[in-house]
C-alpha cells in the first residue's frame, strides 16, 4: 500500500512540475537561509558560554550619579580596588586584567608580535582556559611566570617543550625575562577575552607607581562569586565597601548637588554577567547589539514561515483540481486516513527533498558565506546533536503543519460533490488571503526595517565627525621603537615630501586601526570646588592642523613657547563641564601639574557615534608615550602618498607590525562587527522578500487557471486589456497594502527601540514608510504583471474551450 502511494504521489508530482520545482526550491532556500542565518545567530549567543563557572562569573563596573542626573558608567578600576575587596570578601575569587607595557616577545634571537595581558592567580581558576601542560593553580603565582597559548608556543619553540624556556618581553624600551609555566590551550572564537600570553598582574604598566593610587582607573576586574551567593545580594554588600574606600567620592558628589539613585546611593559597583559581557555596552569587551543575533533567529523563523504559507496555498490551490480524484477514491472504499495519508506524503517528499537540498546549499555557500560577511561559524556544528534536533524538528513542523493542514482539508470533502469535480476554493478565499497578509506583513516589516538598517549604518560612516579623515593617515608605532623618535624622524624625513601637508602624533588612535587597539584614558581633578571628569589625549606639535580641528579660542601649541607642555586644549564639551564661557588662561590643578588653558576646539567625534562626544583635554606631556603618528597628506594622489609614506616608515622602522591606514578606514572599523551582521540581516531580508515573490507568482499562475474561462467571457463581452489586468492585479495589490498598513507600526517600534543604542541617530520620518510601501507594491505588481499580461492578451476563444 505505501509503495502504491509513493508511486502515485512521484508522478503527481512530476506532472505538475512547475510547483513542485516552487515547492522544492523556495523550502530548499528557506532551510539553507536558516542553517546560515541561525549559525551566526547561534555563535553570537555562544560567547564566552563555555566557561565552567559561566553562572557565577561577572565583570564588575563603577556607577556615578552625578550633578544634572547625568549617570557614569565604566569598567576601569584603580590597582588597589582588587586586594581591598579581596580582604573584605576572601571567599571570592578575583582577577583584574590588563595591558603590559609591550606586546614584543624575543627568543633565540628571534622576535615575535604577541598580545600579552597581565592577570591575578585567580584567572585560571575563574576561566576556562584549560593548560595543555602547567599547574594552573601554581602557573601565575610568579611575577616572572608566563603562559602562552598553544598556538603561540609552537610558533616559538616549534616541537620543543616550552615549559622551563626564557622568553624576553620588551616593556617600554628594556627587555625583561620570563619562564614559561604554562601553555594553554587555544582561545575559543567565540571568547570575548582575547589573549596570546598572560603573566602576573605585577608586571602591569607602572603597577607599583600605583599600588596606592585609587584616582587612577586603568583596567578591567573579574570576580567570582561564591556558590549559593546571587548577584543583587553581593551588590547590596558591596554598599559598604564603597562607602568606606569611596568616601572622599561620594562626599564630592554630594557637595557638587549629585542626585542619588533610589536606594540614596551616590556611586555604586555593580556586576554584569559574564555572559553578558559580549553584548553589554557598559563593558569593554562588548562587540555587538543582542539585537543582531535574535534578529537573525526572527528572520529565519520569517523565511521558514513564509515558506511554508508558500506551501500550503500552493497546494490548497492545485488540491483542488483533484477533486474527482479524491471523489472516486472515496466511492472505491478509501477511508480518510488514507486520502490523508496519500496527500500528507506528497508533503513529506516534498519537505524531505527540500530539506537535503537546503543542507546541502548551506553547506556549498558556507565557506563563501563566511569570507564574504567574515564569519568565524564553524562546520562542526553539522555533528552537534542539537543540529540533528533541530534540523528534525524544522523537518516536522513544516511538513506537519504546512502538509498536514491541506490534507486533512482535502481529505475532508463532500464525496458526491467531489466525483461531480464541483468543489472549489471558496470564494472570499478567506484562509489564502489571511496568509497572503501575514506573509506580506513580515515582508514589509523587512522591508521597513532594512532601510533603515541601512540609513544608520551610512550615517555613521557618512556623518561629519569634526575632523579630516580622508586624507589622515594612521601609523602605529609598535614595540620596536620610541614613539617620539619615530615620530621626530617621520617630521624630518617627510618634511621634504610635496605631497605632506603636516605630521603629528598621539597616544590614542580616532577609531579602530589596523592593530585593533582601542582605548580611553580619563582623569578627574577638582576645579572650584567640584570634581571634573575628562578624556586625556597625549598629542604633539600640529595636531589641530593635521586632523583640521577648527580651533574657536586661544591659541594651539607651538614651538615658539619652547615645550609647551605646561598647556592645554580643551573641547566645547570640557569647557561647558568647567561652567566657563571663555576658559582661556584659566588654571586647572591636575594632581602636581598646573596646566593652563591654551585654546577651545571645536567638539570632534574622538568616539563612536554610540556615545556622546564627552569633554576631552589635549596635552603635549613628554612623559607620556606616542603611539600613533598621524600623517596629513594632499588629495590629489592619495595612493602615492600612501606609497611615499610606507616606504619612509619602513625604512626608519623595519619591524613595523602593522599596515598604514586612512582614519576614514579607522572609522569604518568601530562598526564592522554591526556592519557585517547588518548585511547579513540586509540579505536574510531579501531572500525572505524573494520567497515570498515565489509564492505570490505560483498563487497568481493557479488563480489565472481557476479563472481563464471568466476571463474569456469578460473579453467577448468587450473588457479591455487594460480592466482585465486591473481586475487581475487589484486583489493583490490590496492586500501587499493592508499588509505594510499592518507592518508599519511594528516596525517602527522595533528600530526605535533599535536606535536607542545610538546617541548620534537618523530620525525615522515617514518618508521611509512610504518608500517601503512603494517597494512592496512595485515587488508585488512586477511578481503579478507577467501573468496578468498573460491572461489579459490571450485568445478568448482558447479561454472558452477550457473545462
Do not use: C
Given at each position: 500500500m505505501f509503495k502504491n502511494y509513493f508511486k502515485i504521489a512521484i508522478r503527481n508530482l512530476w506532472r505538475h512540475k512547475t510547483f513542485t520545482i516552487i515547492n522544492v526550491m523556495g523550502l530548499a532556500i528557506a532551510f539553507g537561509t536558516t542553517l546560515l542565518l541561525s549559525m551566526t545567530a547561534f555563535h553570537e549567543l555562544s560567547f564566552d558560554r563555555f566557561h565552567n563557572n559561566k553562572g557565577s562569573l561577572y565583570q564588575t563596573y563603577i556607577e556615578v550619579h552625578r550633578p544634572g542626573g547625568n549617570i557614569d558608567k565604566g569598567t576601569s578600576f584603580p590597582i588597589p580596588f582588587t586586594p581591598a575587596l579581596k580582604a573584605e570578601f576572601p571567599d571570592l575569587h578575583i582577577s583584574r586584567y590588563g595591558y603590559i607595557d609591550g606586546n614584543l616577545l624575543r627568543y633565540n634571537n628571534h622576535e615575535y608580535h604577541y598580545e600579552v595581558r597581565a592577570v591575578d592567580p585567580d584567572f585560571l581558576r575563574q576561566f576556562t582556559f584549560p593548560l595543555l601542560q602547567g599547574d594552573p593553580a601554581t602557573a601565575l603565582k610568579d611575577p616572572g611566570g608566563l603562559v602562552l597559548t598553544q598556538t603561540v608556543a609552537t610558533a616559538i619553540f616549534g616541537n620543543a617543550p616550552p615549559i622551563g624556556q626564557m622568553v624576553e618581553i620588551k616593556k617600554d624600551t628594556s627587555w625583561q625575562s620570563f619562564v614559561i609555566t604554562g601553555v594553554a590551550k587555544d582561545i575559543p572564537t567565540n571568547s570575548s577575552l582575547k589573549f596570546s600570553g598572560l603573566v602576573n598582574f605585577t608586571n602591569f604598566h607602572h603597577y607599583f607607581a600605583n599600588l596606592n593610587e585609587w584616582g587612577n582607573q586603568n583596567h578591567e576586574v573579574y570576580l567570582q562569586l561564591p556558590p549559593l551567593t546571587t548577584q543583587a545580594a553581593f551588590e547590596t554588600k558591596l554598599k559598604n565597601f564603597v562607602h568606606t574606600h569611596y568616601d572622599g567620592d561620594i562626599k564630592q558628589l554630594k557637595a557638587d548637588g549629585a542626585r542619588p539613585d533610589k536606594e540614596g546611593e551616590y556611586l555604586r559597583v555593580r556586576l554584569i554577567p559574564f555572559a553578558d559581557v559580549h553584548f553589554d555596552p557598559i563593558s569593554e569587551s562588548a562587540s555587538v547589539n543582542r539585537f543582531y543575533p535574535y534578529m537573525l533567529l526572527l528572520i529565519s523563523g520569517?523565511?521558514?514561515?513564509?515558506?511554508?504559507?508558500?506551501?500550503?496555498?500552493?497546494?490548497?490551490g492545485r488540491a483542488f483540481s483533484r477533486t474527482r480524484e479524491i471523489g472516486m477514491r472515496k466511492v472505491l472504499g478509501a477511508r480518510r486516513p488514507q486520502i490523508l495519508l496519500q496527500f500528507w506524503g506528497e508533503a513529506l517528499i516534498i519537505t524531505f527533498l527540500s530539506l537535503a537540498l537546503g543542507i546541502l546549499l548551506g553547506r556549498l555557500f558556507l565557506p563563501g558565506y563566511k569570507t564574504l560577511f567574515q564569519q568565524s561559524v564553524s562546520t562542526a556544528i553539522f555533528q552537534s546533536p542539537w543540529f540533528t534536533i533541530a534540523t528534525l524538528a524544522g523537518f516536522v513542523l513544516v511538513s506537519g503543519l504546512a502538509g498536514g493542514y491541506p490534507a486533512w482539508i482535502l481529505s475532508a470533502l463532500d464525496t458526491s460533490l467531489s466525483v461531480k469535480g464541483k468543489v472549489t476554493v471558496s470564494k472570499n478565499h478567506r484562509l489564502r488571503n489571511g496568509l497572503m497578509i501575514l506573509q506580506f506583513v513580515l515582508s514589509g516589516l523587512l522591508i521597513i526595517c532594512t532601510s533603515i538598517v541601512w540609513q544608520q549604518l551610512n550615517y555613521m560612516r557618512t556623518a561629519p565627525l569634526g575632523y579630516d579623515k580622508q586624507q589622515v593617515l594612521s601609523i602605529p608605532v609598535g614595540s620596536h621603537i620610541k614613539g617620539q623618535m619615530?615620530?621626530?624622524?617621520?617630521?624630518?624625513?617627510?618634511?621634504?615630501?610635496?605631497?605632506?601637508?603636516?605630521?603629528?602624533?598621539?597616544?590614542?588612535?580616532?577609531?579602530?586601526?589596523?592593530?585593533?587597539?582601542?582605548?580611553?584614558?580619563?582623569?578627574?581633578?577638582?576645579?572650584?570646588?567640584?570634581?571634573?571628569?575628562?578624556?586625556?589625549?597625549?598629542?604633539?606639535?600640529?595636531?589641530?592642523?593635521?586632523?583640521?580641528?577648527?580651533?574657536?579660542?586661544?591659541?594651539?601649541?607651538?614651538?615658539?613657547?619652547?615645550?609647551?607642555?605646561?598647556?592645554?586644549?580643551?573641547?566645547?564639551?570640557?569647557?561647558?563641564?568647567?561652567?566657563?564661557?571663555?576658559?582661556?588662561?584659566?588654571?586647572?590643578?591636575?594632581?602636581?601639574?598646573?596646566?593652563?588653558?591654551?585654546?577651545?576646539?571645536?567638539?570632534?567625534?574622538?568616539?563612536?557615534?554610540?556615545?556622546?562626544?564627552?569633554?576631552l583635554t589635549m596635552l603635549l606631556m613628554p612623559y607620556m608615550p606616542i603611539r600613533y603618528i598621524l600623517v596629513k597628506v594632499a588629495p590629489s594622489d592619495l595612493p602615492g602618498s600612501m606609497r611615499t609614506v610606507t616606504t619612509i616608515w619602513k625604512n626608519i622602522n623595519p619591524g613595523a607590525e602593522t599596515e598604514i591606514s586612512f582614519l576614514d578606514e579607522n572609522t569604518d572599523q568601530q562598526y564592522r562587527k554591526e556592519s557585517r551582521l547588518s548585511k547579513i540581516f540586509i540579505s536574510g531580508a531579501i531572500i525572505a522578500i524573494l520567497i515570498s515573490c515565489m509564492g505570490l507568482f505560483a498563487i497568481v499562475v493557479l488563480v489565472m487557471r481557476q479563472r481563464t474561462r471568466e476571463i474569456g467571457i469578460r473579453k467577448v463581452l468587450g473588457a479591455s486589456v487594460s480592466h482585465i489586468l486591473s481586475l487581475v492585479t487589484r486583489e493583490f495589490l490590496l492586500l501587499v497594502l493592508t499588509a505594510i498598513v499592518i507592518a508599519s507600526p511594528l516596525a517602527w517600534w522595533l528600530m526605535h527601540r533599535w536606535l536607542q543604542d545610538f546617541a548620534y541617530r537618523i530620525h525615522i520620518g515617514p518618508e521611509v514608510f512610504l518608500f517601503s510601501a512603494a517597494v512592496a507594491l512595485l515587488i508585488a505588481l512586477l511578481t503579478i504583471g507577467f501573468q496578468a499580461l498573460k491572461a489579459a492578451w490571450s485568445n478568448p476563444v482558447e479561454n472558452l474551450k477550457t473545462e
Open positions: 520569517f523565511i521558514l514561515f513564509i515558506a511554508s504559507v508558500n506551501f500550503v496555498n500552493l497546494s490548497l619615530a615620530l621626530e624622524s617621520m617630521r624630518t624625513r617627510l618634511s621634504a615630501q610635496p605631497g605632506v601637508i603636516s605630521v603629528s602624533g598621539t597616544d590614542i588612535n580616532l577609531g579602530r586601526g589596523r592593530d585593533g587597539s582601542s582605548s580611553t584614558s580619563i582623569t578627574g581633578f577638582m576645579y572650584k570646588g567640584k570634581e571634573v571628569q575628562s578624556n586625556w589625549l597625549r598629542v604633539d606639535y600640529d595636531y589641530v592642523q593635521t586632523l583640521g580641528l577648527h580651533l574657536l579660542k586661544g591659541r594651539d601649541f607651538s614651538r615658539k613657547y619652547g615645550l609647551d607642555s605646561g598647556v592645554v586644549l580643551i573641547n566645547e564639551k570640557m569647557a561647558q563641564v568647567l561652567g566657563e564661557k571663555d576658559p582661556v588662561g584659566l588654571t586647572l590643578n591636575v594632581g602636581d601639574s598646573h596646566l593652563q588653558v591654551a585654546g577651545v576646539v571645536k567638539d570632534f567625534h574622538f568616539k563612536s557615534l554610540h556615545q556622546e562626544i564627552a569633554p
